[in-house]
């Protein structure tokens, strides 16, 4: 499966839900938000969110610091 994430296109397998991308991505501790084809994705529904070939998503990470 082709998704765009972050704006570069990356080939990923065995990757069905964000749950799943976020772990691939060792994101499953961190303070994160996301954006799958231009919707907020709450993390309640991270586990149940499909990711699709195709799709566009996008991951921010938050950095604590003053």
């Not at 976020?22 to 938000?33: H, T, V």
Request: charged fraction near 20%; aromatic fraction near 4%; glycine fraction near 10%.
């Amino acid at each position: 499966m082709n998704i765009t994430l972050n704006g570069k296109v990356q080939t990923l397998q065995n990757i069905n839900t964000v749950a799943d991308l976020i772990n691939f991505l060792g994101y499953q501790d961190k303070r994160i938000a996301v954006e799958r084809n231009g919707e907020i994705v709450p993390k309640s529904q991270h586990a149940a969110q499909a990711v699709a070939d195709q799709d566009s998503i996008e991951i921010v990470v938050a950095v604590g610091g003053g």
